[in-house]
């Protein structure tokens, strides 16, 4: 099993930022790919940023230049630094962990960017 816990969401104006964090417990070996993905209303849950097997970084074009995905792998702890946050970007996001064993995700966190 692998348990996925996100913090970090909230309100915020447009043009500001957050920081999402995910820290992962239980049995987190031989995991090949972490990140975040989101949902926001009447759409389909979309990838946001993710680390794959060998550590690259792969981000959505919407989000590029503005997100940074990092990680410290002595708290097994993923991290999503928001900057530039644009009202389009309201929504929940969930922290994805995906092992040999299947797909795992957090119990999400809202985001929404208003004035």
């Known amino acids: 099993q692998v348990q996925l816990v996100e913090s970090g969401g909230g309100l915020v104006q447009p043009g500001g930022s957050l920081r999402l964090s995910c820290t992962a417990s239980g049995s987190i070996f031989n995991i090949n790919a972490m990140g975040w993905y989101r949902q926001a209303p009447g759409k389909q849950r979309e990838l946001v940023a993710v680390?794959?097997?060998?550590?690259?970084?792969n981000y959505a074009d919407s989000v590029k230049g503005r997100f940074t995905i990092s990680r410290d792998n002595a708290k097994n702890t993923v991290y999503l630094q928001m900057n530039s946050l644009k009202p389009e970007d309201t929504a929940v996001y969930y922290c994805y962990v995906n092992t040999y064993r299947g797909n795992y995700w957090g119990q999400g966190t809202q985001v929404t960017v208003s004035s």
């Open positions: 680390f794959d097997i060998v550590g690259n970084r």
